[in-house]
């Protein structure tokens, strides 16, 4: 195991639910990143914080909205999805986030299989 | 901008042969690249990366990558391909030039080792 968790591992929601992803990483680091996994497309970046702020948001919409309460947990809180954003979400953490050198390696979580419908 | 490419999208091959999956990237300023497998159901697992010095890197399990600055290449191999390394794989790259410090991943390459 990589040292980072993930819940639910598998979602199944309605378009007008509402449902959060959980990350927690036992690493001591300080950087977290949000990844979509499509089928047959590169790894997406959606967010990245650092030491719980947000440093990047790449022009993800507006129904998923994330939460870094603190440098080990990580949320992304989902609503009013459409069938398109069903994916495999992935959390990855590492130690200060890219702002030191380019050397960090990503450790990632199991991911979350979504489904929406 | 940096990116990645992974020319195949599937790579065959029998167990004992040796094995490559390709990787070409592209970026302003000095590449660090780094490859990683993802098994069914689960996250991706790092394996290796090149920062700077000898060419030849060495990974985990028995996996080793080249990187070719002329060629733009990071090209991953393996001796003898184990049944078990059958999986999806991706190259990533970072350069620390202008705002990309980010990484950026290929489209994954999945090999089969065939029995």
């Known amino acids: 195991e990589t040292g980072v968790t993930q819940t639910p591992r598998h979602l199944v929601m309605g378009m007008t639910n509402k449902k959060s992803l959980k990350c927690e990483q036992h690493l001591g680091h300080n950087a977290m990143y949000w990844y979509k996994q499509s089928a047959k497309k590169p790894l997406e970046l959606m967010f990245v914080?650092?030491?719980?702020?947000?440093?990047e948001n790449n022009s993800v919409p507006s129904r998923f909205s994330p939460e870094c309460p603190n440098s080990s947990h990580l949320f992304l809180h989902l609503h009013t999805l459409q069938p398109e954003d069903s994916a495999l979400y992935l959390c990855?953490?590492?130690?200060?986030?890219?702002?030191?050198?380019?050397?960090?390696?990503?450790?990632f979580g199991p991911g979350t299989r979504l489904l929406v419908l | 901008a940096q990116s990645v490419a992974q020319p195949e999208d599937q790579v065959n091959v029998a167990e004992g042969n040796p094995l490559t999956v390709k990787c070409t990237y592209s970026v302003s300023g000095n590449p660090y690249l780094f490859w990683y497998v993802q098994y069914p159901n689960r996250g991706l697992q790092f394996l290796l990366k090149?920062?700077?010095?000898?060419?030849l890197v060495k990974g985990s399990y028995g996996f080793e990558a080249e990187f070719n600055k002329s060629q733009t290449s990071f090209h991953l191999k393996k001796p003898s391909a184990l049944v078990s390394d059958s999986a999806l794989y991706f190259c990533a790259v970072r350069s620390l030039s202008g705002s990309a410090r980010q990484l950026t991943f290929g489209s994954g390459t999945q090999l089969t080792v065939l029995p």
């Open positions: 990855a953490s590492s130690p200060l986030g890219g702002l030191q050198g380019g050397q960090e390696t990503q450790y």
């Open positions: 090149y920062i700077t010095g000898d060419n």
């Open positions: 914080y650092n030491f719980k702020e947000q440093t």
